[in-house]
């Protein structure tokens, strides 16, 4: 059913922001819009033109406003960084630390130089829908024992990063990434991220659709366009197949959930994915509804439409507004709804939430443990791994599990642990213990399980904390001296960037530097927040404790669970239920009300 496209009046505030980006299109044409820029897109009639013609304008717009580009913008206008990898290759050479400007520039080849927490490089991948063959895991422990710190640690976008790697090894270790049939490519700076989806795609015996196909073709589409690189700032992409495991769509740019249309909505029923956008809970907001159902056939063309106007319109001069929430913010959903429809050439698919079936429910456990599959017999086993951290042989012997008694697949999660798929019922316990030999387990506690970390001080210079050894020491507290009887995330991000997500978790803790008495000195510690949730349950969580020390918070989150427990409306009540049910000051003097052990 092909439907019109939506009229919108336009606030004089929005007819400002037109006519001015108009004006900076007028003066590009009239030959004055690259003065001053060594830009390697060449110009024709005033025009640039080439894969980076749409960024160079959009930088162009700022600079004929009279405002000034933020200092990343001038990098990538002085020199695209994939023309510079001869001087990246150099600087192996010679074992030479980057510029700011290169470290920078080199983020486009995944490489982030991470000093003063460490004098080296950490190397993230893109690795699409989190899935990796067996021979690529023991192959990046090979790369990661002769050209980085000998671990690898499983992020919270369902991706690996390896860690402490030297100059003069930055260029062998992304060309053998390469080798594996792997890349780096765009996995750092102001690109789409890696690409995520549901981890149990395919075997899933509640899934609604298999994500692999959609966002592998979305991977794909990302490394082939030149003009997809170099945006406003970072952006994540998701897609959720409704099965058992939460991706956590609804933190992202683009959130892309499979739901079950009914009929009678004078559209095609079956499964669709809806589509949110404008998602990062960071800065406190989740992907909005927009009504808006996309065929997953379509979800690339959209998908791309929609970074095309980000392109366009997205901040250039201040980084900490830069996303495309802020955009949506600026000019309204349905205005840049309009420049979406107008990339992509025609409406977009509206329905009413009626029109919805509800989604699957997720079960919080599925990522620990055996799992039946849809497929007869077989089974996914959930591997729990302390922080997200795993050692190159432990790596290497977990590849031999998946080859030796499973599908030979590895499939990553957003909960930073892995699963190992297509394990039949006759070789479950033999794949468990050669698990557990390897110094891992398949169980964990209701705390450990939930327990998500950041890299931390130790390995990233924004940091304000050692984020997983405090994750650490909570689980090693809590765990015997707190028995939860239901899932518990507990979420601890060393900085506002908020890559473990700590609004969202039933306790999130972000790093800061707190007083350590009454004199000016500070220690490393947290500010507390209880009562943040995902999916339908989506909400931002509230302020319990602030100025709280590192060394004081496993006895402060004990507290708070044994105050849950105690005063809980009764045993079915789930924490995330407890703690909004209650104000932050409240909740406080609960937990202060319990004795620690």
Not at 170 to 194: F, H, P, Y
Not at 318 to 332: E, F, Q, S, T, W
Not at 422 to 440: F, H, M, N, P, Q
Request: glycine fraction near 10%.
């Amino acid at each position: 059913m092909k439907l019109a496209p939506i009229s919108v009046e336009f606030t004089d505030e929005q007819k400002r922001y037109f006519e001015g980006f108009a004006a900076g299109v007028q003066m590009l044409r009239n030959g004055r819009g690259l003065s001053g820029a060594s830009i390697k897109t060449t110009v024709a009639n005033g025009e640039p033109t080439g894969p980076d013609a749409a960024h160079v304008r959009a930088q162009d717009q700022v600079l004929a406003s009279g405002r000034k580009l933020a200092d990343q913008e001038k990098f990538k206008r002085e020199e695209h960084p994939f023309d510079a990898y001869p001087r990246l290759k150099q600087q192996a050479l010679t074992n030479a630390p980057p510029s700011p400007a290169d470290n920078f520039r080199w983020r486009y080849y995944g490489l982030f130089y991470v000093a003063p927490a460490q004098d080296s490089y950490m190397c993230r991948l893109r690795i699409p829908n989190g899935v990796l063959k067996h021979w690529q895991l023991a192959g990046l422990a090979d790369l990661a024992e002769r050209f980085a710190g000998p671990y690898c640690h499983v992020t919270t976008r369902a991706n690996i990063q390896l860690r402490e790697i030297s100059p003069k090894n930055a260029v062998a270790l992304i060309e053998g990434i390469q080798d594996l049939g792997l890349c780096s490519r765009g996995s750092g700076a102001d690109n789409i991220r890696n690409v995520t989806g549901t981890p149990t795609a395919g075997i899933d015996p509640q899934e609604l659709i298999d994500t692999r196909e959609y966002a592998r073709e979305w991977h794909f589409h990302i490394l082939n366009d030149r003009s997809l690189y170099g945006l406003p700032r970072k952006f994540n992409v998701a897609f959720d197949g409704a099965g058992k495991i939460a991706v956590l769509e609804d933190t992202n740019d683009i959130a892309f959930a499979a739901v079950d249309v009914k009929d009678g909505f004078g559209i095609e029923p079956g499964v669709w994915f809806r589509l949110g956008i404008g998602g990062i809970t960071g800065h406190k907001d989740f992907a909005k509804e927009t009504g808006i159902i996309v065929r997953p056939v379509d979800a690339t063309k959209v998908a791309d439409a929609i970074v095309r106007a980000f392109i366009d319109t997205g901040d250039r001069t201040n980084r900490l507004k830069a996303r495309l929430k802020y955009v949506i913010d600026k000019i309204g959903m349905d205005t840049f709804l309009v420049l979406v429809e107008q990339k992509l050439g025609h409406a977009l698919t509206r329905v009413p939430p009626e029109a919805l079936a509800p989604r699957p429910a997720f079960d919080r456990m599925a990522h620990i443990g055996v799992h039946k599959q849809k497929q007869d017999g077989l089974n996914w086993i959930g591997v729990a791994l302390p922080v997200g951290k795993l050692t190159c042989e432990q790596m290497r012997n977990l590849a031999r599990v998946a080859a030796d008694l499973g599908d030979g697949e590895i499939r990553l999660t957003v909960w930073q642990n892995l699963l190992i798929s297509g394990v039949s019922d006759a070789k479950v316990e033999t794949a468990i213990k050669a698990v557990e030999a390897s110094g891992l387990s398949i169980e964990a506690s209701n705390i450990r399980a939930g327990l998500i970390a950041c890299t931390g001080n130790a390995g990233c210079k924004f940091a304000a904390a050692n984020t997983k050894a405090h994750a650490a020491a909570i689980a090693d507290w809590c765990d015997g001296r707190v028995d939860v009887d239901s899932p518990l995330n507990i979420h601890l991000t060393g900085c506002h960037h908020s890559c473990a997500q700590h609004y969202i978790s039933d306790i999130g803790l972000i790093a800061a530097k707190v007083p350590a008495g009454d004199g000016e000195d500070t220690v490393e510690g947290y500010h507390l927040f209880a009562g943040g949730g995902f999916g339908p349950d989506a909400d931002i969580g509230q302020e319990v404790y602030r100025d709280l020390r590192a060394a004081d918070a496993p006895q402060t989150v004990e507290k708070l669970v044994k105050a849950y427990l105690t005063h809980r409306a009764d045993p079915s009540e789930t924490f995330l239920t407890f703690a909004r049910r209650h104000d932050g000051a409240t909740l406080r003097k609960l937990a202060e009300e319990e004795l620690s052990s």
